[in-house]
């Protein structure tokens, strides 16, 4: 079992920036990648970024890329989601997740585990 905390989702205007975290307790050992994913209302959710546990490799969305960093801090069972010029369109329920079986992937389902979402709102 492992659990997941999300934090630092808050309101901010266009072109600013956000560092999203991600917490892991529990058995850690059995987390093979993490994501972040998002979410809209009336929208699917979309995949954002991934990294493996180690953080050597880093996978992003094309809507994110060149804005958004992921990175990890093992130390810490930490993930960070690094937001920048931030866009309007960014705007929804960010979460991050947990797979014990995939790294990198862009589908919702090779996620085992998952945070309980911080709400990340861009204003003009």
């Known amino acids: 079992q492992v659990q997941l905390v999300e934090s630092g989702g808050g309101l901010v205007q266009a072109g600013g920036s956000l560092r999203l975290s991600c917490a892991a307790s529990?058995?850690?050992?059995?987390?093979?990648?993490r994501g972040w994913f998002r979410q809209a209302p009336g929208k699917e959710r979309e995949f954002v970024a991934a990294?493996?546990?180690?953080?050597?490799?880093?996978y992003y969305a094309d809507s994110v890329k060149g804005r958004f960093t992921i990175s990890s801090d093992n130390a810490k069972n930490t993930v960070y989601l690094q937001m920048n010029s931030l866009k309007s369109e960014d705007t929804a329920v960010y979460y991050c997740?947990?797979?014990?079986?995939?790294?990198?992937?862009?589908?919702?389902?090779?996620?085992?585990?998952w945070g309980q979402g911080t709400q990340v709102t861009v204003s003009s």
């Open positions: 990294i493996s546990w180690r953080g050597t490799s880093t």
């Open positions: 997740a947990a797979s014990q079986t995939r790294i990198g992937s862009y589908y919702y389902k090779d996620y085992d585990y």
């Open positions: 529990g058995r850690t050992s059995s987390v093979y990648g």
